[in-house]
């Protein structure tokens, strides 16, 4: 028998742990909704992929959650949103979302100059998904783009309030600043740990947004949240490395539960999920 619509719970996925920044917020908006998180630990990063191998890995995490009767998918990473995403929505029962037009959509309403900065990982910024989304929304907007390749790890190391992360964030958004963006989207999950740090270099002028809160707000639109039920939550991860748990828990904002190994990537039943070892921190 298929779980109520109203109880059922969300899932999300991320090609490793940089999405718990998204499930993070998530929780705060929704702190009756269940969620099933799939972190593809084994294979990060994404971003370095092909769109067909990244496509490829999107459908084996997501055939994984409608086994567990979810009832929507929300992509917190980048990279497949951009390009999977806009493949696979239509190929399965459940509402498919991706952050990138979330997290577009706040800066369109944010912007009051329409000067719009942008920051991901190179393939992110590659892809244009951003600047084309925004385009969608207003030809006139001007945006200005920025790989930012060391911010993911100077996170994971778990320097993001560092000298280190305070001269990185100088160097790569200098630029934008002088181009007196007045908007600037956090275009990777990681990125939200590194807020305190960007709001230090960043004039008090230029609104941040991150695309986890923006996501997080638009769940409203593909989720039936229940009241007063008390939530579970499952966190998979394809591969157990090492600090897993501590940096985790920096992202997730509390202590990690509930977190087990399987691997997508091979032959599996639905007998095979519930006896999913779990992982010891």
């Given at each position: 028998?298929?779980?109520?619509?109203?109880?059922?719970?969300?899932?999300?996925?991320?090609?490793?742990?940089?999405?718990?920044t998204v499930v993070r917020q998530i929780q705060k908006v929704y702190p009756h909704?269940?969620?099933?998180?799939?972190?593809?630990?084994?294979?990060?990063?994404?971003?370095?992929?092909?769109?067909?191998?990244?496509?490829?890995?999107?459908?084996?995490?997501?055939?994984?959650?409608?086994?567990?009767?979810?009832?929507?998918?929300?992509?917190?990473?980048?990279?497949?949103?951009?390009?999977?995403?806009?493949?696979?929505?239509?190929?399965?029962?459940?509402?498919?979302?991706?952050?990138?037009?979330?997290?577009?959509?706040?800066?369109?309403?944010?912007?009051?100059?329409?000067?719009?900065?942008?920051?991901?990982?190179?393939?992110?910024?590659?892809?244009?998904?951003?600047?084309?989304?925004?385009?969608?929304?207003?030809?006139?907007?001007?945006?200005?783009?920025?790989?930012?390749?060391?911010?993911?790890?100077?996170?994971?190391?778990?320097?993001?309030?560092?000298?280190?992360?305070?001269?990185?964030?100088?160097?790569y958004l200098a630029q934008m600043i002088e181009q007196k963006i007045d908007t600037?989207?956090?275009?990777?999950?990681?990125?939200?740990?590194?807020?305190?740090?960007?709001?230090?270099?960043?004039?008090?002028?230029?609104?941040?947004?991150?695309?986890?809160?923006?996501?997080?707000?638009?769940?409203?639109?593909?989720?039936?949240?229940?009241?007063?039920?008390?939530?579970?939550?499952?966190?998979?991860?394809?591969?157990?490395?090492?600090?897993?748990?501590?940096?985790?828990?920096?992202?997730?904002?509390?202590?990690?539960?509930?977190?087990?190994?399987?691997?997508?990537?091979?032959?599996?039943?639905?007998?095979?999920?519930?006896?999913?070892?779990?992982?010891?921190?």
């Open positions: 028998m298929s779980t109520p619509k109203s109880v059922a719970p969300l899932g999300v996925f991320d090609s490793g742990l940089g999405g718990l909704l269940s969620i099933i998180y799939y972190g593809d630990t084994a294979r990060v990063p994404y971003g370095t992929k092909s769109p067909q191998t990244v496509t490829h890995f999107s459908r084996q995490i997501i055939e994984f959650l409608i086994a567990q009767d979810i009832q929507a998918i929300m992509v917190a990473c980048n990279t497949a949103s951009a390009t999977a995403v806009p493949v696979l929505k239509d190929e399965y029962p459940v509402p498919i979302h991706g952050v990138v037009e979330p997290g577009a959509k706040a800066a369109f309403h944010a912007t009051q100059t329409g000067k719009i900065g942008v920051i991901g990982t190179n393939s992110t910024i590659r892809s244009s998904v951003y600047k084309s989304a925004l385009k969608r929304l207003d030809e006139s907007l001007e945006v200005t783009v920025q790989p930012c390749p060391l911010f993911v790890p100077i996170v994971e190391e778990g320097w993001e309030t560092h000298q280190v992360a305070e001269i990185t964030v100088r160097e600037l989207i956090l275009g990777c999950t990681h990125y939200p740990l590194l807020s305190e740090t960007l709001r230090k270099v960043l004039p008090d002028s230029i609104t941040i947004i991150d695309s986890g809160v923006a996501a997080a707000n638009a769940v409203e639109n593909i989720v039936e949240s229940p009241m007063e039920v008390i939530p579970k939550y499952k966190y998979y991860v394809s591969d157990t490395p090492e600090r897993f748990s501590e940096i985790g828990t920096r992202f997730l904002g509390h202590p990690m539960e509930n977190v087990y190994y399987f691997d997508v990537d091979r032959p599996w039943t639905a007998a095979d999920i519930q006896s999913a070892p779990k992982v010891t921190p």
